[in-house]
């Protein structure tokens, strides 16, 4: 079955600090998005990659093809950053997972003041 | 630009009822794929529909049903609905489709609870 791990589950981290989110999957993908999801429920997209390394303001996400590993840092952490990170992926179209996104559990971060 | 629209917001059910959930995407995405988050599975997706047609559908059971119409809009049936039914249930629009690794754009979601 193909997975995709995500860690640490739980972190808390105080403000000003970095903060790094892990993503590894099991097999070959077309594409990895970081998802952001509030208490309220909606999810907002934060990066979507298939190489290398992004960056958005305080947020950078950097994926290792070959080690099938992505991850997630946030420099400068804010309390409004607190939120759960969802790492996603796309297998390739060979897997036996279609096309569909595949989540991991997620990894809830509490930011202190 | 509005963003993707999710109608309800909230809804409650009992067994057995069926159940149907609205999602209006941003404007010109003729894509929208659902999924259902629950705190024992996380996130698991349903289905995509593209150009009024499914493309690709998740290891639901026939219970789950959705359609698209001419203006992309999109609605998810339930029926004979069950507790374990009860979970969050997300929109997601795109450009294209989901195989072309379009960024994606998520409403608010619909939470249904089933008593």
């Given at each position: 079955?193909?997975?995709?791990?995500?860690?640490?589950?739980?972190?808390?981290?105080?403000?000003?600090?970095?903060?790094?989110?892990?993503?590894?999957?099991?097999?070959?993908?077309?594409?990895?998005?970081?998802?952001?999801?509030?208490?309220?429920?909606?999810?907002?997209?934060?990066?979507?990659?298939?190489?290398?390394?992004?960056?958005?303001?305080?947020?950078?996400?950097?994926?290792?093809?070959?080690?099938?590993?992505?991850?997630?840092?946030?420099?400068?952490?804010?309390?409004?950053?607190?939120?759960?990170?969802?790492?996603?992926?796309?297998?390739?179209?060979?897997?036996?997972?279609?096309?569909?996104?595949?989540?991991?559990?997620?990894?809830?971060?509490?930011?202190?003041? | 630009?509005?963003?993707?629209?999710?109608?309800?917001?909230?809804?409650?059910?009992?067994?057995?009822?069926?159940?149907?959930?609205?999602?209006?995407?941003?404007?010109?995405h003729r894509s929208v794929s659902w999924y259902q988050q629950t705190p024992g599975q996380g996130l698991q997706f349903l289905f995509e529909y593209?150009?009024?047609?499914?493309?690709?559908?998740?290891?639901?059971?026939?219970?789950?049903?959705?359609?698209?119409?001419?203006?992309?809009?999109?609605?998810?049936?339930?029926?004979?609905?069950?507790?374990?039914?009860?979970?969050?249930?997300?929109?997601?629009?795109?450009?294209?489709?989901?195989?072309?690794?379009?960024?994606?754009?998520?409403?608010?979601?619909?939470?249904?609870?089933?008593?």
């Open positions: 079955k193909n997975e995709v791990e995500q860690s640490p589950q739980n972190l808390t981290a105080q403000e000003g600090e970095f903060i790094t989110i892990n993503c590894s999957y099991s097999v070959g993908i077309s594409a990895l998005h970081w998802l952001q999801q509030h208490p309220g429920g909606g999810i907002v997209s934060l990066f979507m990659l298939s190489s290398g390394k992004k960056k958005h303001g305080r947020l950078i996400a950097t994926i290792n093809i070959q080690e099938k590993h992505s991850s997630l840092h946030i420099t400068a952490s804010h309390p409004r950053d607190s939120a759960v990170y969802i790492c996603a992926v796309r297998f390739l179209p060979n897997s036996n997972s279609g096309y569909a996104l595949n989540f991991g559990k997620g990894t809830s971060l509490l930011v202190t003041p | 630009k509005a963003g993707v629209t999710q109608t309800p917001r909230y809804l409650i059910k009992t067994r057995g009822q069926q159940v149907t959930l609205s999602c209006s995407p941003i404007s010109g593209f150009s009024e047609t499914q493309r690709n559908k998740g290891n639901f059971p026939g219970r789950f049903s959705g359609r698209q119409f001419s203006n992309s809009r999109s609605e998810m049936n339930v029926s004979t609905l069950e507790l374990g039914d009860s979970a969050l249930y997300l929109c997601a629009s795109s450009l294209v489709s989901e195989l072309f690794n379009s960024p994606l754009h998520f409403g608010n979601g619909t939470r249904l609870t089933v008593t």
